[in-house]
């Protein structure tokens, strides 16, 4: 774009430097529930008092399930504290996804500090107590470093912090990067410039398993760069799934190794498209956080774009007799439709190592396929009289079996539900439509499936002041339900749409609101306080920055 | 021949002619932006009035330049003759509500320049922060920026901001907003502010600019007298918005001088007693005055060139407020519906288009007392991460 505009707005303009001087305090009190897993530890400290009501600096976001902290601080040396693997661990130095996060951890919170040269203790007294190392200890036999992260995956950490050695335990990595995020969080900066952590103890795991962030490269091309910006934030606030909608009917960026035209004619431009490479390199960037990638190829609605370059998969529209030359969903009376559907999702099958594929199927207009006399004198053969949804559930059914049988499972928007499809028991259903979504979700889980929501969390749509209140205030198990039907909601998404973003305001528009949503999924039910919510963000956001 | 690369001279200068000198001048409300623009086969001419046109007409032909697929650079025929419907256009920053670095404000001068504005409404102080580095009054910057030393505006960055702005033909118009919208002013200068009562004791509490004492007007005229020299252009806005009485209304010194003043209950008579002084004091200083409409609608009596700042959207419609203003005889300006800071989902740049600011039932003489208007882009939710997105 001309000029200053791109440059003035640049994601490392934004990142770089700036703070606003946050004159908060933050109160902290004894969290009850549930009592630390290591009963040896919780007894040696046992000498601590409660802290309600003591300042301290840091901020935790999102609020761990339960946390006791002291006053006595303990201090760091930015040149000689480490983060290590501790004895015991089934992880050790060639665990790659650890050692990253080693390095980026240890910049996260010193980076900005000269002391860096690496050095021996001093000799002579120390002005305080010194915590010279955090160890990290995996717990499970397999700790998961060369593994991608899955739904099931455990998150859980407990991280004790007391002199001379901090320890974070974990039963996997995914834990440890939890772990990592929090113990960072802790750490904050005197007056004097002195890094200080305050010896505490915190007990935590996410009240969700799915925390999800929806971006759309389809209406507006998201450069590499704000992908991974957003990856980093995303591990900011433990959301731990990238929802990509990558295509829809406006552009088709994704660059296919089968069908190279798709993204030749259906991209915006050749420098809109992510090659085998870089998609790789957003996965690969993502897996290091602890993110899952769901791709979603939202099909048969949504697909415009994919007309461009594979002729004879769209429906042709008609006026009459005669074809109007548009276009409308995938054609689904056709076998070549599915031929390409089987060839195409083994592609995406392979590129993307995440169990789930989002196939969408949301929004079909079913005019086009009424205008076409040929899906007319379909649909009278197969019995479906006027009735489209039974098409559209046809069509989604031979999608979800070609998909079943590359081993994925799928998640697909509620009205593949709606619309009655067959669905396979473990399919996910995500909840998006926002009038009355409390009995949708008591509708899909009352049938079995699993749902997410994120039908209230529609971050694109902005609005003047604290809108970040109403995302936070939503209680997601707020619906009619039992028991096992809760058990069902396995989490949420916070959607940004791309009609109105750009990489020249995605940040600012994404952050910190979308950190409410993920202290809503990761934290416990109770903690809804937003008074103490607003302290702790205001803190959290400077750090992000 | 149609393939044939341009020959000669002809495309390899713009020319540009101006009528009256003025390249070290300040832009005034006054200043020409008229200007004519000729491209042809044998030449290229940008003819202006002043050197003011001269810019907007660079800008028009920066934006006739396109580029081919093969990357050459062209320019089609063209005959342009242009000039401002509204001769003040502008845009309202708050450095108060949130700190805007340096920058920041140069960065938004330049596109203000893209889109041929031409005022540079600086909120600069306000009740959260005062980052103003005053030389009169070191201890308001000192004790009532967010950060003494790194969220203020020393003389040196004021005076890039005007500079870098002239060079734009762009007008600095500061606003020091009085006698509400003060808070941050009070740390640094005790006793200038009322103390609010709780019953018979001050709570702690204050309010706005304490009207009944000597020491104010002693103070504004100090702090004004250097506002006028440090900012040249010939108006200052003056504010004049919300003011709030129930901290006037709770204190019994204020309460007394009510009543010596025969004021009676009404708070407006107290609020335009202060104002009336502050305008006096502005014009002995040689300047002009903008003020907020409240200025206006509170009866305040202001001189005949005073320009009503319309903001308020719904108290009176705007447009009844605005044939109001001009009726009286005043000029105007528009904000009301341009309060940018208020986002809203969807493309709503269309409704901010669609405003006619003269759509008003009213003579022409009236009509013709609007100036033009301002969108403003008011701090509560805004700083340098997202200030750019969010006005262009």
């Not at chain 1, 086009?368 to 949804?389: H, L, T």
């Not at chain 1, 079943?404 to 995500?430: C, I, R």
């Not at chain 2, 890039?160 to 002239?166: D, G, L, N, P, W």
Request: glycine content about 8%.
């Amino acid at each position: 774009s001309r000029r200053a505009m791109g440059r003035a707005m640049g994601l490392a303009g934004l990142l770089l430097g700036l703070f606003l001087v946050p004159a908060v305090l933050v109160s902290t009190s004894l969290r009850h529930g549930a009592p630390p897993t290591e009963p040896e530890a919780a007894r040696e400290l046992a000498a601590w008092e409660p802290v309600s009501g003591t300042v301290r600096e840091d901020s935790l976001w999102p609020l761990p399930q339960w946390l006791r902290t002291s006053p006595r601080q303990l201090q760091l040396a930015p040149g000689r504290f480490q983060l290590v693997h501790g004895a015991g661990s089934s992880a050790g130095p060639d665990c790659g996804l650890l050692q990253d996060a080693f390095r980026r951890y240890i910049e996260y919170m010193f980076g900005q500090s000269r002391r860096r040269t690496w050095g021996r203790r001093p000799p002579g007294g120390l002005t305080g107590p010194e915590l010279w190392e955090l160890q990290v200890v995996i717990e499970a036999p397999d700790p998961g470093c060369n593994s991608y992260p899955q739904l099931t995956s455990s998150e859980a950490y407990h991280l004790t912090v007391t002199e001379p050695v901090a320890i974070l335990k974990a039963d996997e990595v995914w834990g440890a990067l939890r772990g990592l995020e929090t113990f960072s969080q802790l750490v904050h900066e005197d007056d004097y410039g002195s890094f200080l952590v305050n010896e505490s103890e915190i007990s935590d795991f996410p009240r969700f398993a799915h925390r999800g962030i929806l971006l759309d490269t389809s209406r507006h091309y998201l450069p590499l760069k704000s992908i991974l910006t957003n990856l980093d934030a995303m591990a900011f606030n433990k959301f731990n799934v990238l929802h990509w909608h990558i295509v829809d009917d406006q552009s088709f960026p994704y660059q296919s190794i089968y069908f190279p035209e798709l993204s030749n004619k259906g991209a915006y431009s050749y420098n809109h498209i992510y090659t085998p490479t870089d998609v790789r390199l957003v996965i690969e960037y993502a897996r290091l956080r602890g993110i899952r990638v769901i791709p979603e190829f939202d099909t048969p609605g949504h697909t415009q774009s994919w007309g461009k370059g594979q002729k004879d998969l769209l429906t042709p529209c008609y006026s009459g007799e005669r074809p109007t030359g548009s276009f409308g969903p995938v054609n689904p009376i056709l076998n070549t439709t599915y031929d390409f559907m089987t060839t195409f999702y083994k592609e995406i099958s392979s590129i993307f190592p995440d169990a789930y594929i989002h196939l969408g199927g949301d929004e079909v207009d079913f005019s086009c396929w009424k205008s076409n006399p040929e899906v007319r004198e379909f649909m009278k053969k197969q019995g479906f009289g006027i009735d489209y949804a039974k098409l559209e559930s046809y069509y989604i059914q031979k999608v979800l079996d070609i998909v079943s049988s590359y081993n994925k499972g799928y998640v697909v928007w509620q009205e593949v539900f709606d619309n009655k499809a067959q669905l396979k028991p473990d399919t996910v259903v995500q909840v998006w439509m926002e009038n009355n979504y409390a009995n949708e979700l008591s509708s899909v889980t009352g049938a079995g499936f699993t749902a997410i929501l994120a039908a209230p969390w529609y971050l694109d749509y902005i609005s003047y002041g604290q809108d970040w209140k109403k995302y936070y205030k939503v209680e997601p198990l707020n619906f009619p339900g039992s028991e096992k039907q809760k058990k069902l909601l396995i989490g949420g998404e916070a959607c940004l749409w791309g009609e109105f973003v750009d990489a020249t305001n995605l940040t600012p528009r994404l952050w910190p609101r979308a950190s409410a949503v993920g202290e809503r999924l990761w934290s416990s039910r109770n903690v809804t306080n937003l008074q103490d919510a607003y302290e702790r963000l205001t803190n959290h956001r400077c750090r992000m920055l | 021949a149609e393939n044939e690369p341009p020959s000669g001279t002809s495309c390899t200068q713009l020319l540009i002619f101006v009528a009256t000198p003025g390249c070290d001048g300040f832009p005034s409300l006054d200043s020409k932006e008229n200007y004519k623009l000729s491209v042809s086969e044998d030449s290229m001419l940008l003819s202006a009035d002043a050197v003011w046109g001269a810019l907007r007409g660079l800008e028009t032909f920066s934006q006739l330049v396109g580029r081919d697929e093969n990357g050459t650079y062209y320019i089609n025929n063209t005959e342009i003759v242009d000039f401002p419907r509204f001769p003040h256009r502008g845009l309202l920053l708050d450095t108060s509500r949130h700190y805007l670095p340096l920058r920041a404000i140069l960065e938004t001068l330049d596109v203000m320049a893209y889109n041929k504005f031409n005022v540079f409404h600086w909120h600069i102080v306000d009740d959260p922060s005062f980052p103003y580095e005053s030389f009169t009054f070191p201890e308001l910057s000192k004790q009532g920026a967010f950060n003494a030393m790194t969220h203020v505006y020393t003389a040196s960055d004021v005076q890039m901001v005007i500079e870098y702005a002239r060079l734009r033909g762009i007008r600095v118009i500061a606003e020091f907003d009085t006698p509400g919208h003060t808070l941050s002013w009070g740390p640094g200068a005790p006793g200038l502010l009322t103390p609010c009562y709780l019953g018979k004791e001050p709570s702690g509490t204050y309010g706005p600019i304490n009207p009944t004492l000597n020491s104010t007007y002693k103070f504004v005229a100090s702090l004004f007298r250097e506002v006028s020299t440090v900012f040249p252009d010939f108006f200052l806005h003056l504010g004049g918005d919300e003011v709030d009485f129930t901290c006037w209304k709770s204190n019994p010194k204020i309460s007394a001088f009510m009543e010596e003043m025969g004021f009676g209950e009404d708070y407006k008579k107290l609020e335009s007693f202060y104002i009336q002084r502050l305008l006096d004091i502005v014009s002995a200083l040689g300047k002009g005055y903008i003020v907020w409409q409240e200025v206006f609608d509170n009866g305040v009596k202001v001189r005949p060139d005073t320009i009503i700042h319309v903001w308020k959207e719904n108290s009176v419609p705007y447009m009844e407020e605005m044939a109001n203003v001009t009726q009286a005889g005043y000029r105007a300006l528009l904000s009301a519906p341009w309060y940018l800071n208020r986002i809203s989902y969807g493309q709503d740049w269309i409704p901010a288009y669609q405003v006619e600011p003269l759509e008003f039932k009213g003579s022409p003489e009236q009509k013709e007392r609007v100036m033009g208007g301002e969108a403003c882009m008011w701090g509560e939710y805004v700083d340098v991460t997202n200030l750019t997105p969010r006005l262009w």
